[in-house]
Every structure is written in C-alpha cells, then in structure tokens.
C-alpha cells in the first residue's frame, strides 16, 4: 500500500520498489529542501508506527531543525503514516522558518533610511576621517588630529532610532566627554565637533605629559592611553616618583608620592619638603620636578633601559600582575629591589621575622641586612 505523500510534498518520491524510501524536494512557504526519508525494514502503514525511520536533510534543513530533533522523533513514532507524519514535519519546518526568520530580521532591525542618513553624514565630515565601521553601521570610528597632530579616535555606538536617541560616545580622554544633543535630533558632525573642541581643552595637558613620556623612563603606565593622569617617572633604580596630574590645571602642583627603598626615597623626600614653594606655574612638570626633587631624571637618550629597570630579587621578574619592585633593601651596598607582595611572602616564611601593626620584619634575602615591608599594600 503508497501514501499519499504526493499531496503534501509532490516533489517526494519512493526511489524503491518496496515504497521504503523516499527522496526529494519538499517546500516550505517559499523555501526548498533536499530531503531523504528511509522507512523501518519492518514498517506497515496504518499498522506500525514510524519509530526508527531515518530522516536526512540538506546542511540548511539540518541547521533549522536542530533545536527540533526530540520533537521530530517524538512524531515519528507517534505517526503510524508517512502522510500523517509528513503534515506534522510541515508544520515543524514552517514553525522553524518564521522563528528564524525573527532571529535574522532583529540583527538587520534597521531600516535602509537609517544607512542612507549615516552614509551621508559620513561624507560631511570626510570618509579618510573614517577609520572603522561594522556591518551594520550601529558602530563606527571617526578620528581626528589636534593642534600638535596627535590622532584621537572616537568610536559612536548609534542606536536604532538615531537620530532622535542621542549616540553613546567611547573615546580615550582624561575627563569624561558628555555630548549634547537636542530633543530634536542631531548628526555626526555635531558629534564630531563637540570631540574636536574637547580635544582643544586638553592640549597643554597632552604637551607636559608627552614631554615626559618621551625624555624619561616612565615605570607605570606601560603604555599610557590619552586619559591616564598618572605616571610613575624612574629617579634612580631604587626610586621613583609618582605624580597625578589635574588635567584641566595641568601646570598647578601634581599629587606627589615617591617610591622605592628608603634610604634613596629620603634625601628626595627632604629636598620636596623644602622646596615645595619652588613650583612654577609657567614651567613644565618635568622642569619642575627636577628642581623640587633636587634631581637630574635618568633619560631616554643616555641611560638604558635595564640600568633602572631592575628585576626583583626574588622572582626574578620586573612587572608582577602590573606591580614593579617598588620596594629595595636599605643597605647602602645592597639596594637590591623586591615587589612588595614578593618580599613580604618571603619575610612572613621566616622563622626570625616579628610583626609588628602592619609592618613585617625580618632580614634581606640579599645581604640579610634588617629590612621591612608593610603587610598590606
Ligand atoms: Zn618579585
Ligand atoms: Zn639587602
């Protein structure tokens, strides 16, 4: 005895004699698909079920229904026709299409006005200004040079009603950048001009930084981005300062902490102390800094890098988890520099080490000279 598969899929049909398998195109609302159907050696229509039919798809059939595969089974061996079963499997694919379907049209949710608008305002501002932009033009990277030819990307997040909501702004500045935007609605090039006037704010504070960055050996940040305010500048391969600079006042007195071992740090504390008043408004940071500290700094042009980049004594490395050995032992012929959490583990191990508030102490590993760390940091 035939199904009647031909009313549900015309384009189904028995490649064999028994009426076991089936192979053919099967559509779905406006899609086909290969199929190939293989009844159980023991099958009988309208007597046994379907149960251990195997059923193969095309790749694209396969991936639409690979969240369906239990329910497919499931109505295979609760069919006892190949026509009953077949409706079914209809109703799965069309289920699976339009579920899909959904899925795709969300990620392309945009309408092509929406592209048009952002092409054109591209174009205003300049596509060789236009250094990234994803496939769906949600996101996209503008730049822009300062007055020192220093490049500042901005990359623009659009949301799906721009330009009524206004765009979220990601840029590398050292004060958060707040765009305005009317309720009305705005373009690119308004986005583009408030970061090039922002820009503006911040030149002489690029200028005193990047005069340090490039004449002296700067610990920390390793790569400072255009927002960091911080430096720590190497005085010695024992000591160091750290400033924090105001980047709206970047020539006012920075926060000063100086690091390293103690017998380094505390002639250059004193000399800070007393010269603390010296500080000249209309002198850079880094002039300034060598006349408060009483110090040349170590440059870039004749000091190389492994004189002050010194490893720690105890694990042998410079950078720790972002930490450097800020900590060195005091004897005048050891000096040798440990991270803080390296020489603090190791003096807590020692037997002779005493604790007392939050500072351990114990001997240097070196030279087993008396030396001390604060136990947190
Ligand atoms: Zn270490
Ligand atoms: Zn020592």
Redesign the pocket.
């Known amino acids: 005895m035939m199904d009647d598969v031909g009313s549900i899929f015309p384009t189904l049909l028995p490649v064999d004699s028994k009426f076991k398998i089936y192979e053919g195109f099967i559509n779905v609302k406006e899609d086909t698909f290969h199929v190939r159907i293989e009844l159980p050696a023991g099958y009988q229509p309208g007597v046994s079920t379907l149960d251990g039919t195997i059923l193969d798809g095309d790749h694209r059939l396969s991936l639409l229904l690979a969240d369906c595969v239990d329910v497919i089974s499931q109505r295979l061996s609760l069919s006892n026709t190949l026509s009953a079963f077949l409706v079914e499997f209809k109703h799965i694919v069309e289920h699976c299409l339009a579920t899909s379907n959904t899925a795709s049209e969300q990620a392309l949710a945009l309408p092509p006005k929406f592209f048009s608008k952002i092409v054109e305002e591209i174009g205003v501002i300049g596509w060789e200004r236009l250094t990234f932009v994803d496939p769906s033009f949600s996101s996209l990277q503008l730049s822009a040079q300062d007055d020192a030819q220093r490049t500042h990307p901005i990359t623009v997040h659009l949301h799906s009603n721009y330009p009524i909501s206004a765009p979220r702004c990601t840029v590398d500045l050292p004060v958060a950048f707040d765009l305005r935007w009317s309720s009305k609605g705005g373009c690119l090039q308004e986005v583009y001009d408030q970061f090039t006037q922002a820009l503006k704010l911040y030149q002489d504070f690029w200028n005193l930084m990047d005069e340090i960055d490039s004449n002296v050996w700067v610990l920390e940040p390793e790569k400072p981005n255009r927002s960091a305010l911080l430096r720590r500048i190497a005085i010695s391969s024992t000591a160091s300062v750290q400033i924090e600079v105001d980047p709206v006042k970047p020539r006012s007195l920075p926060i000063m902490q100086l690091l390293g071992a103690a017998q380094a740090v505390a002639p250059l504390k004193e000399h800070l102390n007393r010269n603390l008043d010296q500080w000249d408004l209309y002198q850079s940071i880094l002039d300034n800094l060598t006349v408060l500290l009483g110090v040349e700094f170590p440059s870039k042009a004749t000091t190389k890098e492994e004189e002050l980049f010194v490893a720690?004594g105890?694990?042998y490395?410079y950078r720790?988890n972002n930490a450097t050995?800020v900590e060195a032992c005091a004897y005048e012929r050891c000096k040798q520099p440990?991270?803080q959490?390296?020489l603090y583990e190791w003096l807590r191990t020692l037997s002779t080490s005493r604790v007392s508030y939050n500072v351990i102490f114990g001997t240097c590993p070196y030279c087993s000279q008396p030396i001390s760390v604060k136990t947190a940091s």
């Open positions: 720690c105890i694990c490395t720790l050995p440990f991270h959490l390296c």
